[in-house]
């Protein structure tokens, strides 16, 4: 059964890049193109992986990370913040707010297979 990975972006072109690539390495992709939608997927869909924006109409990646945290849900995915930020303290910023990973936009598609499968504890399958 294919890992589900939610893909949480308002963007549709890095969401279309990134879903391609993904299914491409046999997993499954769910869509939200805004926080408030990532959080009501990853409750209904229970994700392996969610990939979360941080900049975002609705709801940001910093509010939807601390609804996620808060579920009652136990073993939640990781969540691996997507962003532009590279300024130094963003990533401790972003590693604080409860994000397992940073990842930065513009995303390298050669790498982002190998970090999937580390993040699920998959490293050396594949």
Known sequence: MARKILLVEDNELNRILLRDVLEYYGY????AANGAEGVERARKHSP???FLDIQMPVMDGFAAV???RNEPTPGLAKIIALTSFAMRGDRERIMAA???GYL???I???ELPRMVREWLGEEGKG
């Not at 499954?28 to 869509?31: A, K, N, P, Q, R």
């Open 104 to 106: 930065t936009k513009p």
């Open 66 to 68: 601390g609804v996620l």
């Open 48 to 50: 392996d992986l969610i």
């Open 108 to 110: 390298d598609t050669r």
């Open 28 to 31: 499954e992709v769910i869509e």
């Open 98 to 100: 409860g994000f397992d």
